[in-house]
């Protein structure tokens, strides 16, 4: 089973920089990838960016593209995904998530499985 457990959540100021972790294990040969979204209030959740764990190439929704970052490693059974969070806006403010999935022809596509969630607010 996957367990998936973010962290690097915040209030920060317009302009300023986080960054969040995510930390998963039970991970099997069905995933090549991980990924984060975010979830406004009465939103569906979004996706955000995805990174391969194989060859690290990333993938970025246009809404972040050139702010947000996200990287991987790898350590024995833990594999841990990043994403560093720069020049927020207030339209930032969400819930972030990661996710375990595939990257396929393009595209992520999510596994079932989320972890709690991280809140992550940007005041202007």
């Known amino acids: 089973q996957v367990y998936l457990v973010e962290s690097g959540g915040g209030l920060v100021q317009a302009g300023g920089s986080l960054r969040l972790s995510c930390a998963a294990s039970?991970?099997?040969?069905?995933?090549?990838?991980m990924g984060w979204y975010r979830q406004h209030p009465g939103n569906q959740r979004e996706f955000i960016a995805s990174i391969t764990t194989g060859d690290s190439s990333p993938l970025y929704a246009d809404s972040v593209k050139g702010r947000f970052a996200i990287t991987f490693s790898r350590d024995n059974a833990k594999n841990t995904v990043f994403l560093e969070m720069n020049r927020l806006k207030p339209e930032d403010t969400a819930v972030y998530y990661c996710?375990?999935?595939?990257?396929?022809?393009?595209?992520?596509?999510?596994?079932?499985?989320w972890g709690q969630g991280t809140q992550v607010t940007v005041s202007s």
């Open positions: 996710n375990v999935g595939r990257f396929l022809n393009g595209n992520y596509y999510p596994a079932s499985t």
């Open positions: 039970g991970i099997d040969f069905s995933t090549n990838a």
